[in-house]
């Protein structure tokens, strides 16, 4: 049987998909020593390694997806590389990909989120809500980001801002969701 990159990445998704992570990343080395360049591969092995609980292995992986990334431009490599150091808790390489990713794309709704806990998590809940804010403005059914919003207005006692989030997280879960925020 030939294998091919495209094919081991795509069983290795599908094996951790299932939470047979040393499987997957076992298929994504293969596919990696036959087409060493491709950051796409490197990126799902860095994804994979942090879905296993090896930040160390993720963060590499998504170093190398980064260097290798022809346009420097991917933000999910960037959005992977912002969560994996965060949990690392090396906060301020956090930061500077949140930034290299939003100085390159305003747009995107997940780098807002993931600046905002980087706030949140500095206890800087102004600066938070503004990030949770501003991707619930790019994407207003983004769950994760209005229920982090919730609990920045939770801190900083903003009662009906908290109790709004609250509805729309319930409306949301019951498909009834009407932005409003």
């Known amino acids: 049987m030939f294998e091919s990159p495209e094919t081991l990445n ?6 951790a998909s299932h939470g047979n992570y040393a499987e997957a990343i076992a298929c994504l080395k293969r596919a990696i020593y036959i087409e060493k360049s491709n950051y796409l591969l490197w990126y799902n092995l860095g994804i994979t390694y942090r879905d296993s609980g090896d ?5 590499q992986a998504l170093l190398t ?3 290798l990334d022809p346009t420097y431009e991917d933000q999910e490599v960037l959005e992977g590389l912002s969560l994996v150091c965060l949990s690392l808790g090396e906060t301020g390489e956090a930061f500077e990909y ?3 990713g939003l100085d390159m794309n305003e747009y995107n709704p997940r ?3 993931n600046l905002g806990v980087l706030h949140f998590t500095e206890a800087e809940y102004e600066q938070a ?3 949770f804010e501003k ?7 983004y769950y994760d ?3 982090n919003l919730r609990d920045s207005y939770a801190e900083l006692g903003n009662k009906a801002g908290e109790k709004e989030c609250a509805r729309l997280l319930n409306e949301l879960r019951q498909g009834t969701f009407k932005a409003s925020v």
């Open 135 to 141: 991707a619930l403005s790019l994407s207003p059914y």
């Open 98 to 100: 949140c930034s290299i």
């Open 111 to 113: 780098l807002w989120n």
């Open 129 to 131: 809500c503004r990030c």
């Open 10 to 15: 795509t069983h290795a998704i599908e094996l």
């Open 65 to 67: 997806a980064y260097e």
């Open 55 to 59: 930040l160390q292995a993720a963060k």
């Open 145 to 147: 980001a209005l229920f």
